[in-house]
Structures are given as structure tokens and as C-alpha cells.
């Protein structure tokens, strides 16, 4: 078994995993995402779960976060890398490239985002730093040898499954926002609560609402910045993978 896991959100579709097993876990939460899927990425393998199903039903609002993080847990993962599909605000960071974001902002509302359930367990984690530290400098190591990859920025977590209207988008960017996706919280608070080395890799697949020519991307457009994005990442995903199963 890996200690590095890998949530894969909606690009899921434009790569080309090498299953090498798969494992149905029941957690207390209920049922993860998919099953978690031991993945061979050149001659390491990391332990997978497909963020929205694995026939991409499952919208970001509705996704078992408690159980993902969980099921990845239970399996042993210890670093944990989330490969999510975001909007850009950044004229730095261009739809079809990727970046490793420092911080968030978090507005989503409603969604089970604690392990802690009024019991005895009550524990208020430091979340100063929501992404870990040496992850996101192991993921940078690796990604820089690639010329498509942006060292920081801010995610701004939205609701959805909506997109954003252009005023939201001017309040996220106030805010510090340089990116906006829905699906980093709770997932990044709950890796936290079970003290998971987690980061993200954001790849952007279109400007968000307002940005760029104004519209939010047509369909055929996205699918061209995703599949530059998973182009982009493929060049390093097997260093990273490598680099963070021999670290542990
Ligand atoms: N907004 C929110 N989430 C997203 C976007 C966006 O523009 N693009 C991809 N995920």
C-alpha cells in the first residue's frame, strides 16, 4: 500500500489511470466517493478517490467529504494531493495551467465539514495554514521543471453548484481571492482535523465570471484547457508521486 493519496476532482475523465486494484470502504460517514483505487503512476502507486464519482454524478455540494478523507485515512494515507478544477482571477495564472494555492477563503455553507460530533472529541485545529508546508514546496519542487505552474495563490471556496455572478467574483477578489473553486472546503479542514499532510494542485480551466472576454467558457473551451492543464500535469505527476512515496 502508498501513503499518498490523491482526490481527483472533475478532470478525472482526461487522465488515464493504471488501476491496479480497487477497495469499497464503508466508513462511519457513510460511502466515499469511489471506491479508494491503489493507482500505479510509473513504479509507485498512490491511493485514489474520484472526488465526484466515478461517473462524475456526484455535484461538489454534494460530495461525502467525511467519508473520502476518512476511507483515505483508514487505508493508511498520509499525504494527500487534490487535483481540483478552478477559475482563474489572475492574469498570472492563465485556464490550461496549474498553481499550488498557500491559502483559502471559505464560503460554503451547510455542507458536514468536522469529524467532531458534540461528543467528547472536541478539538479546535489550527488552521492559520490550511495547506501543508512541505507538501506544497515537494509539489513545487517537482511541478517548476514544467513551465506551466504558478507557486501560490488564494482559493476562494464557493457553494455551487452554480458558478459565480461577476459581483461575486469582484467580492471574492477584494477578499484576496486569486482563484475560485468549489470543492477545497471542507475537504482541506477535515485533512486537517485527522492530521493529513494535505495540498492542492488547482488547474485552471476557465476565467472566472467576469474575467477574460466576460463569459464564463463554453463547453469545447474547457474541455481545451483541461486537457492542456492534464498535459501539463502528466509531466510531473510520476516525479511527485515518486518523490512523496520514497519521503515517507
Ligand atoms: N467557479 C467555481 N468553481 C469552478 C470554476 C469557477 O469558475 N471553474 C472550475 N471550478
Request: with cysteine; glycine share 8%.
Given at each position: 500500500?502508498?501513503?499518498?493519496g490523491?482526490?481527483?476532482?472533475?478532470?478525472?475523465?482526461n487522465?488515464?489511470l493504471?488501476?491496479?486494484?480497487?477497495?469499497q470502504?464503508?466508513?462511519p460517514?457513510?460511502?466515499p466517493?469511489?471506491?479508494?483505487l491503489?493507482?500505479?503512476?510509473?513504479?509507485?502507486k498512490?491511493?485514489c478517490i474520484?472526488?465526484?464519482?466515478?461517473?462524475s454524478?456526484?455535484?461538489?455540494?454534494?460530495?461525502?467529504?467525511?467519508?473520502n478523507i476518512?476511507?483515505?485515512?483508514?487505508?493508511?494515507?498520509?499525504?494527500?494531493?487534490?487535483?481540483?478544477?478552478?477559475?482563474?482571477l489572475?492574469?498570472?495564472?492563465?485556464p490550461?495551467?496549474?498553481?499550488?494555492?498557500e491559502?483559502?477563503?471559505?464560503?460554503?455553507?451547510g455542507?458536514?465539514?468536522?469529524?467532531?460530533n458534540?461528543?467528547?472529541d472536541?478539538?479546535?485545529?489550527?488552521f492559520t495554514c490550511p495547506f501543508d508546508?512541505?507538501?506544497?514546496e515537494?509539489?513545487?519542487?517537482?511541478?517548476?521543471?514544467?513551465?506551466?505552474?504558478l507557486?501560490?495563490?488564494?482559493?476562494?471556496?464557493?457553494?455551487?453548484?452554480?458558478?459565480?455572478t461577476?459581483?461575486?467574483?469582484?467580492r471574492?477578489?477584494?477578499?484576496?481571492?486569486?482563484?475560485?473553486?468549489m470543492?477545497?472546503?471542507p475537504?482541506?479542514g477535515?485533512?486537517?482535523?485527522?492530521?493529513?499532510?494535505?495540498?492542492?494542485?488547482?488547474?485552471?480551466?476557465?476565467f472566472?465570471?467576469?474575467?477574460g472576454d466576460?463569459?464564463?467558457?463554453?463547453?469545447?473551451?474547457?474541455?481545451?484547457?483541461?486537457?492542456?492543464?492534464?498535459?501539463?500535469?502528466?509531466?510531473?505527476?510520476n516525479?511527485?508521486?515518486?518523490?512523496?512515496d520514497?519521503s515517507y
Amino acid at each position: 500500500m502508498s501513503a499518498v493519496g490523491l482526490i481527483i476532482g472533475s478532470i478525472h475523465d482526461n487522465l488515464v489511470l493504471d488501476i491496479k486494484s480497487r477497495s469499497q470502504t464503508k466508513t462511519p460517514f457513510g460511502l466515499p466517493s469511489s471506491p479508494v483505487l491503489e493507482v500505479a503512476f510509473g513504479n509507485h502507486k498512490a491511493l485514489c478517490i474520484l472526488r465526484h464519482g466515478e461517473t462524475s454524478n456526484i455535484p461538489p455540494h454534494m460530495v461525502n467529504y467525511r467519508a473520502n478523507i476518512w476511507a483515505l485515512r483508514e487505508h493508511g494515507v498520509r499525504f494527500c494531493i487534490a487535483l481540483s478544477a478552478v477559475g482563474t482571477l489572475d492574469p498570472n495564472f492563465l485556464p490550461g495551467e496549474l498553481a499550488s494555492p498557500e491559502q483559502l477563503v471559505d464560503y460554503t455553507w451547510g455542507r458536514e465539514h468536522s469529524f467532531c460530533n458534540g461528543g467528547t472529541d472536541l478539538r479546535h485545529v489550527d488552521f492559520t495554514c490550511p495547506f501543508d508546508k512541505s507538501l506544497r514546496e515537494q509539489l513545487i519542487s517537482v511541478a517548476k521543471l514544467s513551465d506551466c505552474f504558478l507557486q501560490s495563490g488564494v482559493y476562494g471556496v464557493t457553494q455551487g453548484p452554480r458558478l459565480e455572478t461577476a459581483s461575486e467574483i469582484d467580492r471574492l477578489e477584494k477578499d484576496g481571492c486569486t482563484m475560485v473553486g468549489m470543492t477545497a472546503m471542507p475537504e482541506a479542514g477535515l485533512a486537517k482535523e485527522l492530521n493529513m499532510s494535505y495540498a492542492i494542485c488547482a488547474m485552471a480551466v476557465n476565467f472566472a465570471a467576469g474575467r477574460g472576454d466576460g463569459t464564463v467558457g463554453i463547453h469545447n473551451q474547457i474541455e481545451r484547457y483541461i486537457s492542456k492543464a492534464t498535459g501539463c500535469l502528466s509531466r510531473f505527476i510520476n516525479p511527485l508521486i515518486a518523490m512523496l512515496d520514497k519521503s515517507y
